[in-house]
């Protein structure tokens, strides 16, 4: 079996706990995006996983992600590229890719962001996963990505660059990193011709997600108000 095979077999074994669907909407996400997004807790399987030379770092059935909360990242076409993983109780990401992502660009939020920019719709993009959820409450009609880090590589400017026919908003969060990153991303974008610009909110250190944490819906309409 394929490693690809095996993740998605993997996956489809693995199922969601109302103690991380309880944390997830606490941080913004709704059923329907934990449900799209395939969001699941690691149950590692039976089958230990076909790429021996992975057994050292992650364990033969992938132990290293059991009981995490799994975040799969798909291609714009639908094609499990890997996934993000994080503890409810802890700060300790860790990101899994299978070796196609090498030739896609990796969004958090693809394949359903796609339709929106298919219809020619803006998109915002901001950095992690909270950030994508908070937004989605504000983003209306927008298609709302994000990057990862407070960085766009080559491959997602050039999709941007090839699929946006609307402009593109960065939201990134308002600290030094997130600042060069907008800086950075805009002059990339601006290079290709997309049309972009910066989304100004909140205060210093605020991101979207910590903007979710203060106070849910009303904090995020008083923050991004032409939205």
Same mark, same amino acid.
């Given at each position: 079996?394929? !490693? ?27 059923? &329907? ?19 021996? *030379? ?49 030739? *896609? ?77 907008? &800086?950075?991303?805009?002059? *990339? ?30 904090? !995020? ?7």
């Amino acid at each position: 079996m394929a !490693l690809d095979e095996w993740l998605e077999a993997a996956l489809a074994g693995c199922s969601m706990t109302e103690e991380a669907r309880d944390y997830l909407m606490g941080r913004a996400a709704t059923p &329907e995006i934990i449900e799209e997004w395939g969001i699941k807790v690691w149950d590692p399987p039976l089958e230990p996983c076909p790429q021996s *030379n992975l057994h050292e770092h992650y364990g033969q059935h992938f132990e290293r992600f059991a009981d995490k909360i799994i975040y799969p990242l798909y291609s714009p076409k639908g094609t499990l590229l890997g996934f993000d993983s994080r503890h409810i109780d802890r700060k300790d990401d860790v990101r899994f890719l299978l070796p196609k992502s090498r030739w *896609n660009p990796v969004w958090i939020g693809m394949p359903s962001a796609m339709q929106l920019l298919w219809a020619g719709k803006d998109v915002i993009i901001v950095e992690g996963r909270f950030d994508v959820y908070a937004m989605l409450h504000v983003a209306k009609d927008r298609a709302v990505l994000g990057s990862g880090p407070a960085h766009l590589s080559w491959k997602q400017v050039e999709y941007l660059a090839r699929w946006v026919k609307g402009h593109v908003y960065l939201a990134y969060d308002n600290d030094p990193t997130g600042k060069k990153g907008t &800086e950075d991303a805009l002059k *990339n974008l601006d290079r290709r011709g997309v049309s972009c610009s910066q989304l100004r909110y909140g205060k210093p250190q605020d991101d979207p997600g910590l903007i979710w944490d203060r106070g849910g819906v009303q904090t !995020l309409h008083e923050a991004f108000p032409y939205l």
